[in-house]
């Protein structure tokens, strides 16, 4: 019954401080990626839908749901150039942050890792100076691996500043 599931634990990896560019950047994303997760460690399904800041409709599942579907766009459809489409947003139009109330908070947060593991996989083909095609509204844009990386590490950076703040009003917890 998801009223009493409860987000589990999180290990989180510390980058290391000497490294070179690719273990870098994949070390960091990684880093953050467990950042958001340990976020939500320890919270009921209700509480990591709970909308913490009025009036903003922001919810650490919806940020969750947020980051599936970003890491699915950078890496597996401008990367990799895969031809899928979005798990929770097929028009593109914000609802990965809206309609969490209905949603199945585990298998959300599944989603989310398993997406994490799939950009992995897509990212690991394509070396960071390889250039790749634009999706979606700007077609003529392109960009190199590197700078996917380095924007989900700003992604994540920002979001991950969100969900401090939903998770102290929650319940409290600040840090990390």
């Given at each position: 019954m998801e009223d009493n599931w409860t987000a589990p634990a999180v290990t989180?990896?510390?980058?290391?401080?000497?490294?070179d560019e690719r273990t870098?950047?994949?070390q960091w994303l990684d880093y953050h990626r467990s950042t958001l997760a340990m976020k939500c460690a320890g919270l009921t399904a209700g509480?990591?839908?709970?909308?913490?800041v009025p009036p903003s409709r922001l919810s650490l599942?919806?940020?969750v749901r947020h980051m599936v579907e970003v890491e699915r766009w950078w890496f597996r459809m401008h990367a990799d150039g895969q031809d899928i489409g979005f798990v929770y947003d097929p028009d593109g139009v914000g609802l990965d942050f809206e309609q969490v109330e209905d949603a199945d908070a585990s298998a959300d947060l599944?989603?989310?890792a398993g997406e994490c593991a799939a950009s992995r996989a897509a990212a690991a083909g394509h070396g960071l100076d390889e250039v790749v095609p634009s999706r979606g509204d700007h077609p003529e844009r392109q960009r190199d691996i590197r700078w996917i990386f380095v924007h989900m590490i700003e992604?994540?950076?920002r979001h991950n500043g969100h969900?401090?703040?939903?998770?102290?009003v929650i319940d409290g917890v600040t840090g990390d």
């Amino acid at each position: 019954m998801e009223d009493n599931w409860t987000a589990p634990a999180v290990t989180r990896t510390e980058p290391d401080l000497v490294a070179d560019e690719r273990t870098s950047l994949e070390q960091w994303l990684d880093y953050h990626r467990s950042t958001l997760a340990m976020k939500c460690a320890g919270l009921t399904a209700g509480q990591l839908k709970q909308r913490a800041v009025p009036p903003s409709r922001l919810s650490l599942l919806g940020l969750v749901r947020h980051m599936v579907e970003v890491e699915r766009w950078w890496f597996r459809m401008h990367a990799d150039g895969q031809d899928i489409g979005f798990v929770y947003d097929p028009d593109g139009v914000g609802l990965d942050f809206e309609q969490v109330e209905d949603a199945d908070a585990s298998a959300d947060l599944a989603a989310f890792a398993g997406e994490c593991a799939a950009s992995r996989a897509a990212a690991a083909g394509h070396g960071l100076d390889e250039v790749v095609p634009s999706r979606g509204d700007h077609p003529e844009r392109q960009r190199d691996i590197r700078w996917i990386f380095v924007h989900m590490i700003e992604e994540y950076a920002r979001h991950n500043g969100h969900a401090d703040l939903l998770r102290e009003v929650i319940d409290g917890v600040t840090g990390d």
